[in-house]
């Protein structure tokens, strides 16, 4: 392993319960991180008690982060950039980046979705409001990690994906810790996409909990959706082989099973009867999923990519199908050979 430099300057732009996680495993490094969170008072709070409340209860925060409500302080002068905000807001938020970024800054975007106005994945974003960033300083970091796991040291495995070698590796050194390992790829889309699908997924298990089916149908929900992600990738170029590691099925199984996924909890919600503005009305935290259901639907559509869970999602969330009613039409589509169609 390559000798870290413990000289890097870092700003992690995003104050949820990723952000707090992935700045706090950065500090607890040795990193002295500036830390742009948008609520004021949450920032206040963590000045003040070094624990953010609302997003991650219960952690004591590391004293090398430094909070503020000022973009242009977390952005200036830094090496690297990580952007974890939830994925509708990633425009405006690296659009404000834009003006403060240096010429050698490595951006790294830790945020899953899929935009509902262009179904563009953030990279898409990214380089549409940062045009003057290199691609080959751009990564992305996704895998099966709930925030609060992280944050308390629980062993983690990760994937950070660029199209440069040196770039991802110089990602892979700054974050990897004993208990927060990094594997490296290649494939951006790919690793988004896994990442994004996935939460969808998790809706439709959700919905199956709730409905009170069992562990089968939770499997089938697995590997069937993993089929979905797979078709899709391949339609957007994406190596098939991504979707078998940690940003692919690793993600996948822990957010349809894990019951500390909010797309999950969304999900059990509407299974059990309850409409989709209830269902998210007190949540404070975003499920990702709810939106990308949207973007997916649509994109999908375009590129002419067969995915039925994903579009019963859709229908069930924005067009009052009844779950049951997607259940029925999901085990009665048209049999086939599973091979084929894979």
Known sequence: MEKENMNERIGVVGG?????????????????IDWWIFEADVCRQVQESRENSIYLPGVTLSENLRPTTDLSVVVKGKTLVLIVVPSHVVRSVSAGMAPHLSSGTVVVSASKGIENETQLTMSGVISETLPDLPPDRFAVLSGPSF???????????????ARDLTCAQMV????ATPSFRVYTNDDIIGVELGGAVKNVIAIAAGIADGLGLGLNTRAALITRGLTEIRRLGRAMGANPRTFTGSAGLGDLVLTCTGDLSRNHMVGKKIGQGMRLADAIGDMKMVAEGVKTARSLYNLSRRLQVEMPISHAVYHILYSDLSPKEALGLLMTRDL?????EA
Do not use: C, I, M
């Not at 319960?17 to 990193?31: E, I, M, N, V």
């Not at 892979?172 to 974050?175: E, K, M, T």
């Open 16 to 32: 949820g319960s990723w952000g707090t996680a992935l700045a706090d495993l950065l500090a607890r490094k040795g990193y002295v």
């Open 147 to 161: 925030a609060s796991e992280v944050a308390r040291g629980v062993p983690t495995v990760v994937t950070v994906a």
């Open 172 to 175: 892979q050194q700054v974050f």
């Open 336 to 340: 086939k050979n599973e091979l084929d």
